[in-house]
């Protein structure tokens, strides 16, 4: 039972362009969505968050939209740099039930930023 | 500087053979939790641990061992048991049980391979 869901495996984008990268969820406990940034033989790194409260953050060039009826998220790179080449998780946790105090990640999606 | 430490980084297991997995962190947090990736699968709980002296089964604990006798450190032993071990392990901390929305930090991994 996969409750979070990377469904495009990999993006390719031209450098300058938007990256978006997309996420659904289908538990509805979860109130609090993370991506994770990951290079190939390394841990994923925190990249940006959102609580269930909001339907926008941003940070520089990284913007994660939340739309809480669609249960569905994305992340949007702009510009794109090919730096941002990397494997990108979603990840999701909830306040209570099974999914307190763990992080739910999807499957990932490999962005490739070309020059 | 405070961090997760994995060992090793690779490691080859001959079929019915038992290995442990180290990870160590000093960043005083309380919670740990190893998760496995495969391609195509995202990052898969095995165990956690909320507290010293303490853990529980994720979504894929079978043929997996952990304990938590100290703060620190929370090793993982890959047995004979678990059909399928080859792939990438990640060890993660977060600072509070309960709310991942701290965010993990995550070690550098370990490629586990039966040989």
């Known amino acids: 039972d996969q409750q979070v869901k990377q469904n495009s495996p990999s993006l390719s984008v031209q450098e300058g362009r938007i990256s978006i990268l997309n996420c659904d969820y289908t538990?509805?406990?979860?109130?609090?969505f993370l991506w994770y940034k990951k290079y190939p033989a390394e841990g994923p790194t925190f990249l940006i968050s959102?609580?269930?409260?909001?339907d926008k953050n941003e940070d520089g060039r990284f913007t994660v939209f939340l739309n809480k009826s669609a249960k569905h998220l994305s992340l949007h790179i702009v510009p794109s740099q090919p730096g941002d080449s990397a494997v990108y998780f979603c990840a999701a946790s909830g306040a209570g039930g099974t999914s307190y105090g763990k992080l739910t990640f999807g499957q990932g999606t490999i962005l490739t930023v070309h020059p | 500087d405070g961090g997760i430490t994995q060992s090793p980084k690779y490691l080859f297991r001959k079929e019915g053979q038992n290995v442990t997995l180290s990870c160590e962190q000093n960043?005083?947090?309380?919670?740990m939790y190893w998760y496995r990736q495969d391609p195509g699968q995202g990052l898969r709980l095995i165990y956690y641990?909320?507290?010293?002296?303490?853990?529980q089964k994720g979504d894929i604990a079978e043929g997996y061992s952990v304990s938590r006798e100290k703060k620190e450190s929370f090793p993982l032993t890959v047995t004979s048991a678990q059909k399928n071990p080859t792939a990438f392990y990640l060890c993660?901390?977060?600072?509070?049980?309960?709310?991942?929305?701290?965010?993990?930090?995550f070690g550098s991994g370990t490629r586990l391979t039966v040989v």
């Open positions: 641990s909320q507290i010293v002296n303490d853990f």
């Open positions: 538990n509805s406990m979860f109130d609090y």
């Open positions: 993660a901390s977060s600072l509070q049980p309960g709310r991942a929305n701290y965010g993990y930090t």
């Open positions: 959102i609580s269930s409260i909001k």
């Open positions: 960043l005083n947090h309380d919670a």
